[in-house]
C-alpha cells in the first residue's frame, strides 16, 4: 500500500519545512532506495532527492533528505515561491517489483 | 541529454483500447530499466509496469492481464498497449527511466487518457 504523507504542509519565505513520509520494514525500513519528487502544476515529477539524502546534479542544496526508522523526511530550508508544489515519495520495496509512491504533500509557501 | 517523448494518449470508451509510446534519445531503451507511472486527476503517482532491461516485465495488479509494456529496440522506443479500458483508468500516463529498482532518474511529459463510461 502507498506510503503516508501529510496532505499539506505550509511555511513562510525563508522559512523551512519538513515533510514526512511513512512505511514500514518492508520498504523504507528496509532499505536506502526513498527518492522524493516535485510536480508543479500540469508538469510531470522532477526527481529531487535519491538514495534517502543524495541530490542529482542542478538540484539546490536547499532540499535535502534524511531517515529514521520506517519514516523518510525531505526539509526545504529557506523556502522560496518557487519551492510551491506537490511533492512525491518513493520507495523501493521487497513485497513487488514494482515501487511504491507515497500519498503526496502539497507545500504552499505563505 | 536525456529526453522522453510520449505520444498516443486520448478519448476512448469503456472497453476500448489505445497504446502509448515514449520516444527515448539520450541513452538505449533495451539497456535500462524503463517504467510507466500514472496519475489520476487529483490523486497521487502509481507505478504501472516495468520492463528490465533482460525483458522482463511486471504489471501493478490493477491492469494485469489488460496492459502490455514492450520495447522497439531499433527505434529506441517503449510502448505500453492498453486494453479493456476501465473509466478508473483515466489518468495522465508517464514513462521513466529507472535506476536499478531505486529512482526513477527521467520522465516524460505524460500523457492524457481518457476512458468514457
Known amino acids: 500500500s502507498a506510503l503516508t504523507q501529510p496532505a499539506s504542509v505550509s511555511g513562510s519565505p525563508g522559512q523551512s519545512i519538513t515533510i514526512s513520509c511513512t512505511g514500514s520494514?518492508?520498504?523504507?525500513?528496509?532499505?536506502?532506495?526513498v527518492s522524493w519528487y516535485q510536480q508543479h502544476p500540469g508538469k510531470a515529477p522532477k526527481l529531487m532527492i535519491y538514495d534517502v539524502h543524495k541530490r542529482p546534479s542542478g538540484v539546490s542544496d536547499r532540499f535535502s533528505g534524511s531517515k529514521s526508522g520506517n519514516t523518510a523526511s525531505l526539509t526545504i530550508s529557506g523556502l522560496q515561491a518557487e519551492d510551491e508544489a506537490d511533492y512525491h515519495c518513493s520507495s523501493y520495496t521487497k513485497t513487488s517489483p514494482l515501487g511504491v509512491f507515497g500519498t503526496g504533500t502539497k507545500v504552499t509557501v505563505l | 541529454e536525456v529526453q522522453l517523448v510520449e505520444s498516443g494518449g486520448g478519448l476512448t470508451q469503456r472497453g476500448g483500447s489505445l497504446i502509448l509510446s515514449c520516444a527515448a534519445s539520450g541513452f538505449t531503451v533495451s539497456n535500462s530499466f524503463m517504467t510507466w507511472v500514472r496519475q489520476a486527476p487529483g490523486k497521487g503517482l502509481e507505478y504501472v509496469s516495468v520492463?528490465?532491461?533482460?525483458?522482463?516485465?511486471y504489471y501493478a495488479d490493477s491492469v494485469k492481464g489488460r496492459f502490455t509494456i514492450s520495447r522497439d529496440n531499433s527505434n529506441n522506443t517503449l510502448f505500453l498497449q492498453m486494453n479493456n479500458l476501465r473509466a478508473e483508468d483515466t489518468a495522465v500516463y508517464y514513462c521513466?527511466?529507472?535506476?536499478?529498482?531505486?529512482?526513477?532518474?527521467?520522465w516524460g511529459q505524460g500523457a492524457l487518457v481518457t476512458v468514457s463510461s
Open positions: 520494514t518492508s520498504d523504507i525500513g528496509g532499505y536506502d532506495f
Open positions: 521513466a527511466r529507472l535506476i536499478s529498482r531505486d529512482y526513477l532518474e527521467s
Open positions: 520492463i528490465y532491461s533482460g525483458g522482463i516485465s
